[in-house]
């Protein structure tokens, strides 16, 4: 009896040990669950911030940054870096915590009433580190975008405590920029108005953090309290790209205003603010022309409920702002000697740049100021007229019109390689301006019209002018453009056996509804509504169908047919297709509506009640019934001569392409 007493208390004096050391401190759960192990890596300290090429790496390094909220449970150990405990005192036993992993799910997760419990034991954990990486945790808080858990926790924070830094040398401030969210930023500025300047360990200041991952709100709060003209010529040019580099123009227009000592500088790397906006185009889609229309959507865009005209009018406004900046930025570095300006355009490569993507704007605000720029060739031996050629650049190409004679000596121009304008002519344009038409036969089309618009600059001597590879223009683009000669070949008669099917079988049903007259015939054989205007309009548009159909089907023949050289995808088998596929539309407009009311069970009833003298109104319903297959079968031929009116526009702006 003894001894079981004896096993029993010691029982349950072992399940009171176990129960009090698993228990939760401070309300906090399963403390396996609060450790978390960041992914983002550091910030490479080794590339130049202002260089046009490294900048979106700089954004996704920014990006992973901000991120961290999001990061994997794994192992409570590898984030615990602090020996920080304390003793907590529960029915006369002590109970030690290592407190990292528990301080680190409170300002994840925005728990401020355990972290205040926690900060009421030991004021000095806040400024613990709590992972591997140094973070503390208001480093966790500001960047789990946790507004509330910031403001009460500053206000236990020393002035000194919020420029704290992690391993990497980035300061809470640091990453309330990256987060957004401008009321933590406000904050801690606040409670210390160095952080602004406090830069991380790439030297990046909290305001171009920001301007990187594209944080409007945050950069326009930033801005006026960053002393920008404390920066050093490297940090405000990195802050001036960026805000180009995310279109943030307004942004960019405020610096360079402010400061313009350094802005024909380029940096270490060659890159410059000017070499960024050569390669973001000027001019958008919407074609909006004039003052009168560009005033006109201003107004529209302030009634509520129109975010088209509000994003029409920001476009307006970034274009706008955009070419202030061009100007601005040009007018700067004219004031330099002219060898300077030949090598920095020789080096940067902005003009060719510019070219390549299309920025008509930059180009022509450049070349009005300074004009022999269009002389100018890259190191392949290219002008900027031979760039916009191989990158099929229509804009660019067309101001070669607008330079007198000039255009007959840079025709001559020929690249490293021995070619010529109309050799690049020939060769095949790149994916992204390939495929701005669908189907290889058009693209094959518009590749012949390229070709073709540029053999009328070029002198008669240069026709068959033979290239290093002892190549002409016509034999290198036969070479090049094989390959899409035969796409377009298939394309095409796999589009022609589709679309013939179809118009067979409108052709079937058009041939039997011309011999099935609606109403039926009288004792005479004649139709019953033979005198009936509306019968004669049926009549005429069923006939209309049969004959569309049957054309379609001898052009869809033809295309089957064909020869398929290369000067037939330049106008016969473009045309033939269009107009097949045009008529057969119209066709399918026809016969779908008489179709539809002629086997309509309630008008093949009614349609014999005239007949028997129904209701003393001879002819009333089927005359309504025919009069709304007619009225429909209007509405169809207005839509096929919409389209029609669609296809030849389409057809003339690849003409002039």
Request: overall charge neutral; proline content about 4%.
């Amino acid at each position: 009896m003894a001894r079981r007493n004896r096993r029993r208390r010691a029982n349950e004096r072992r399940r009171q040990m176990k129960t009090y050391e698993s228990e939760p401190e401070l309300g906090s759960d399963d403390l396996s669950e609060l450790s978390r192990e960041d992914t983002y890596p550091p910030l490479d300290t080794h590339i130049y911030r202002s260089n046009p090429l490294v900048v979106e790496g700089q954004v996704l390094q920014l990006q992973n940054m901000d991120s961290q909220v999001e990061i994997k449970v794994e192992d409570p150990i590898s984030i615990v870096n602090a020996q920080h405990v304390i003793v907590h005192q529960r029915k006369g036993k002590v109970n030690t915590l290592r407190l990292g992993p528990f301080l680190y799910r409170a300002a994840l997760r925005g728990d401020w009433k355990a972290a205040k419990t926690a900060l009421s034991l030991d004021k000095t954990i806040a400024c613990i580190q709590i992972t591997e990486r140094g973070e503390r945790a208001l480093h966790i808080a500001a960047a789990a975008k946790q507004t509330a858990f910031v403001i009460n926790l500053v206000e236990h924070l020393n002035t000194n405590d919020l420029e704290l830094e992690d391993k990497h040398g980035n300061t809470a401030f640091c990453f309330a920029a990256v987060s957004g969210v401008v009321e933590i930023a406000k904050v801690m500025y606040e409670k210390n108005k160095n952080l602004p300047t406090i830069r991380s360990s790439i030297g990046q200041t909290p305001l171009e953090m920001a301007i990187l991952l594209g944080n409007r709100e945050m950069v326009e709060y930033l801005y006026p309290i960053t002393p920008l003209k404390d920066l050093n010529s490297e940090e405000y040019m990195g802050i001036l790209v960026a805000t180009i580099h995310t279109d943030m123009y307004d942004i960019a227009l405020k610096i360079l205003n402010a400061d313009t000592r350094i802005v024909t500088s380029p940096t270490t790397n060659k890159g410059s603010a000017l070499q960024v906006l050569a390669r973001k185009p000027l001019s958008h889609d919407h074609r909006i022309r004039g003052w009168i229309w560009q005033r006109l959507v201003s107004i529209i865009a302030t009634i509520p409920y129109v975010p088209y005209f509000k994003r029409i009018y920001s476009s307006l406004q970034m274009r706008r702002q955009a070419s202030q900046l061009v100007k601005g930025l040009w007018e700067q570095i004219l004031k330099l000697p002219d060898s300077e300006i030949l090598q920095l355009i020789q080096e940067t490569q902005i003009f060719h740049d510019a070219a390549k993507i299309g920025n008509i704007e930059f180009l022509t605000q450049l070349t009005h100021s300074y004009p022999d720029l269009m002389w100018k060739v890259d190191s392949n031996g290219c002008s900027i007229f031979h760039v916009a050629v191989i990158n099929r650049q229509e804009k660019v190409f067309s101001l070669i019109y607008h330079i007198g004679a000039v255009k007959d000596l840079i025709t001559l121009y020929t690249d490293n390689e021995g070619n010529n304008i109309l050799h690049m002519a020939g060769k095949l344009a790149p994916p992204s301006r390939l495929n701005i038409v669908s189907g290889a036969a058009l693209q094959m089309q518009r590749e012949l019209l390229w070709f073709k618009e540029v053999k009328k600059i070029v002198p008669y001597s240069l026709l068959e002018m033979k290239n290093g590879d002892h190549k002409t223009p016509s034999e290198l683009f036969s070479e090049k453009h094989k390959e899409l000669r035969e796409d377009g070949e298939e394309w095409m008669k796999e589009t022609a056996t589709s679309c013939m099917v179809v118009a067979t079988l409108i052709a079937t049903v058009a041939f039997a509804a011309a011999f099935t007259a609606p109403g039926g015939n009288n004792d005479t054989g004649a139709p019953i509504f033979l005198k009936d205007g509306w019968f004669t309009v049926f009549v005429i548009s069923d006939a209309g169908a049969m004959f569309s159909s049957t054309t379609s089907i001898m052009m869809f023949l033809s295309i089957l047919t064909a020869r398929y050289a290369e000067d037939d995808f330049l106008f016969s088998l473009p045309a033939k297709l269009m107009v097949s596929n045009l008529r057969e539309k119209y066709c399918i407009a026809e016969v779908e509506p008489h179709e539809a009311e002629l086997t309509n069970p309630a008008v093949v009833a009614t349609s014999t009640a005239p007949v028997a003298g129904v209701d003393g109104v001879e002819g009333s319903q089927p005359m309504s019934a025919m009069s709304r297959s007619c009225r429909l079968s209007l509405k169809a031929f207005k839509a096929w001569i919409s389209s029609w009116v669609s296809a030849l526009s389409l057809a003339h702006d690849n003409k002039g392409a």
